[in-house]
């Protein structure tokens, strides 16, 4: 089939790379001529395991193709698929500009038929006005063309792209139309060999489904992070209670370990995005307003921690003279994305608080440098930072910071000091190694 995708990011891209890889022909659109001249010269702007191959070998068996002129490409495609940024407006609600601009493109340029796709995760009733939007720029041509619009959230994971994308759990479609269903099927086919998980339903309930799920995803989180930190006063224990909270299974294991906060491009946007949409239908979400609130507390966790473990406490920059290492600034591992992580928090907590910040971070450090710029240290090795610190910070939990060698971080911090932010560790193995150790809701957790 022959499909163009709007927007290179990290579905653009991901979608463009896997629809290619199962036999279509793609043409990938974005306004970025930078990031379309790199693509076009095999260089991939986002970290994502396993997507430069993917991109590199479609490219060359000339499947998928980058471009900045949509005319071209929407002339020639069937399906057209709209992935750009619905980042927060100033109310929280998610902004639909570059959606909108999109649709009015499509319309000012398209030749025939066209099934025109939201994969961007967008607010019930944005189907209706990406059809507005088409329909306006047909009759300004006077042209009359017949076109569908239908809802395809993506539901993958950073960090997991390619894999979720190509097994996904369910591919979501929302049409009131049997035929576009067809295509959209076909389209999807090749991931679903083993057994259909396609799921079609009306526009506005794909739509709010997106939601919906990274909502409940983000309810988990903060729910886990107040037992969290009610473990820790009460003397209990997150992880065994993860576990048996986990074996049930109505609730199950997964996004039940805490934390320093979610964070990302997608969980805090939309958070706020549905409850401004609530708000909009006069409808007060109580539970989603909390979520968010804890979520912003929590990402102070590990500041406090270390401030409260370091700091003089009457001074107004209570770590001064101190220094931190921080491991791990991506908002997750397997990503170089900082949208919105926790590491921008606590790093500017630290910083503001007079603390020497150094960084490392497997993948991130170009993204973390347009943040910090040259007011925190970084190294490409996890290692070297650790020389005369006074304590380590563990922010994101990339597999190799797992099993490091702890003899080695004791001999390199000035003070055997480890605040953990992602349970890494065993608590007892730390404490008989000599290492002041800070988890989150685990024994040695609370320095209150
Ligand atoms: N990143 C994720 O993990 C994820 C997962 C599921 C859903 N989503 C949703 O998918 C959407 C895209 O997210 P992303 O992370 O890929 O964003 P992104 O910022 O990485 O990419 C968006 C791209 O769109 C381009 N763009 C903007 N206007 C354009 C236009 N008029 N024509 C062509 N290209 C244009 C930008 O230049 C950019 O390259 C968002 O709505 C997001 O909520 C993201």
Redesign the pocket.
């Known amino acids: 089939m022959k499909i163009c995708i ?7 891209l991901v979608a463009a790379a896997c629809f290619s890889e199962s036999g279509n022909s793609v043409i990938a ?4 001529h930078e ?1 379309i001249d790199n693509l076009k010269s095999g260089i991939i702007p986002i970290y994502e395991p396993g997507l430069k191959e993917m991109v590199l070998r479609n490219q060359a068996e000339g499947r998928l193709s980058f471009t900045t002129d ?1 005319a071209e490409a929407v002339e020639a495609s069937l399906v057209c698929f709209i ?4 980042p927060p407006g100033e109310d929280g609600s998610a902004d639909l500009k ?1 959606v909108l ?2 649709a009015r ?1 499509i319309g000012r340029v398209m030749n025939g038929f066209k099934i025109i796709v939201d ?4 607010p019930v009733g944005t189907a209706d006005k990406v059809r507005a939007a088409v329909r306006e720029e047909l009759t300004a041509r006077e042209v009359e063309l017949e076109f569908d619009v239908v809802s395809n ?6 960090g997991a ?1 390619i894999d979720d994308f190509m097994k996904p759990d369910r591919v979501v479609i929302g049409t009131d139309n049997v035929r576009t269903a067809e295509i959209m099927k076909e389209l999807y086919d090749p991931f679903m060999r083993k057994m259909n998980r396609m799921i079609v339903m009306d526009i506005r309930s794909a739509e709010m489904t997106k939601y919906a799920a990274n909502a409940m995803l983000a309810t988990r989180i903060s729910f886990m992070n107040q037992i969290a930190n009610l473990c820790e006063r009460m003397g209990a224990d997150v992880a065994a209670v993860r576990e048996g909270v986990g074996s049930d299974t109505r609730i199950g294991y997964d996004f039940l370990f805490p934390g320093p906060g979610y964070g ?3 969980f805090p ?2 958070v706020k995005a549905l409850i401004r949409t609530a708000e909009e239908a006069n409808y007060d979400f109580l539970l989603l307003k909390a979520v968010e609130e804890v979520n912003e507390q929590q990402k102070e966790i590990l500041a406090d921690k270390l401030i409260k473990l370091l700091g003089s406490p009457d001074e107004e920059q209570p770590l001064t003279g101190r220094t931190i290492a921080c491991w791990g600034l991506s908002f997750k591992p397997r990503t170089d994305d900082m949208r919105e992580a926790p590491a921008l928090t606590i790093i500017e907590r630290l910083l503001t608080a007079g603390a020497t910040v150094r960084a490392h971070d497997p993948e991130a450090l170009k993204e973390a440098r347009k943040h910090f710029g040259d007011r925190i240290e970084y190294s490409h090795n996890q290692y070297d930072i650790l020389a005369g610190a006074d304590a380590l910070a563990v922010i994101t939990d990339w597999s190799e910071y797992r099993n490091p060698d702890f003899d080695r971080i004791k001999s390199a911090l000035k003070f055997p000091n480890i605040v953990d932010g992602r349970n890494l560790y065993k608590p007892g193995r730390l404490a008989s190694a000599g290492f002041r150790y800070v988890p989150l809701g685990r024994y040695g957790g609370s320095i209150y």
Not at 6 to 12: E, H, L, M, S
Not at 119 to 122: G, H, I
Not at 153 to 158: C, D, Q, S, T, V
């Open positions: 709007f927007g290179a990011g990290y579905v653009g659109i974005d306004v970025d990031k949509m992935a750009v940024g619905t570059y601009s999109v493109d994969k961007s995760t967008v959230p993506e539901f993958l994971k950073e792209a990302g491009s997608c946007k939309d």
